[in-house]
T-cell receptor, first 110, second 112 residues
Framework: LAKTTQPISMDSYEGQEVNITCSHN???????ITWYQQFPSQGPRFIIQ???TKVTNEVASLFIPADRKSSTLSLPRVSLSDTAVYYC???????????FGSGTRLQVQP | EAQVTQNPRYLITVTGKKLTVTCSQN?????MSWYRQDPGLGLRQIYY???????DKGDVPEGYKVSRKEKRNFPLILESPSPNQTSLYFC???????????FGPGTRLTVT
């Protein structure tokens, strides 16, 4: 079972860059690293996925070092609407299932 | 529009009264699963299905049943609901392992 570890919560202010780091100690060789965002009372929403190095899309950047034992989700210039819970789920290889922990609760202040 | 739908969105019921929460996806995804979300416990998988007629237990399957007779539908059945099944339930689908998961809007269930 590939379990991940991430901070329980983070605080930021509007306009700042936010970096959330996740450790993936047991990640399998073939597994991608994915991040999801969840607003209250809504289902999680896929943000970004990568295998190694850096991936960027219109929402975020994802940095993955060569050993792939961690990843960092970078949100540039956050706004109040980025207040949400962010997950970096692990992968249960046997069940082919994402295993979500409690995520990182990001609070963006004005 | 690609989506996962769930019904009902809200349900209040009494202990022991059988209920079904429906889930449907329009993306021809093979993999579907059910999660429950409780405060402080994150998302926990209940059951999953890798294709039609192929289902298996997740982390917390006790008290739940599922079926996958059609590729697009994956209903969650609570044959005798109990108060400890009060939770927020999400259905999700994906093309397969390692692919992006699409989540439904959630069903908030209260069992009294």
């Amino acid at each position: 079972l590939a379990k991940t570890t991430q901070p329980i919560s983070m605080d930021s202010y509007e306009g700042q860059e936010v970096n959330i780091t996740c450790s993936h100690n047991n990640i399998a060789t073939n597994d991608y690293i994915t991040w999801y965002q969840q607003f209250p009372s809504q289902g999680p929403r896929f943000i970004i996925q990568g295998y190694k190095t850096k991936v960027t899309n219109e929402v975020a950047s994802l940095f993955i070092p060569a050993d792939r034992k961690s990843s960092t989700l970078s949100l540039p210039r956050v706004s109040l609407s980025d207040t949400a819970v962010y997950y970096c789920p692990g992968m249960d290889t046997g069940r082919r299932a994402l295993t979500f922990g409690s995520g990182t609760r990001l609070q963006v202040q004005p | 529009e690609a989506q996962v739908t769930q019904n009902p969105r809200y349900l209040i019921t009494v202990t022991g009264k059988k209920l079904t929460v429906t889930c449907s996806q329009n993306m021809n995804h093979e993999y579907m699963s059910w999660y429950r979300q409780d405060p402080g416990l994150g998302l926990r998988q209940i059951y999953y299905s890798m294709n039609v007629e192929v289902t298996d237990k997740g982390d917390v399957p006790e008290g739940y049943k599922v079926s996958r007779k059609e590729k697009r539908n994956f209903p969650l059945i609570l044959e005798s609901p109990s108060p400890n099944q009060t939770s927020l339930y999400f259905c999700a689908s994906s093309k397969g392992r390692g692919y992006e998961q699409y989540f439904g809007p959630g069903t908030r269930l209260t069992v009294t």
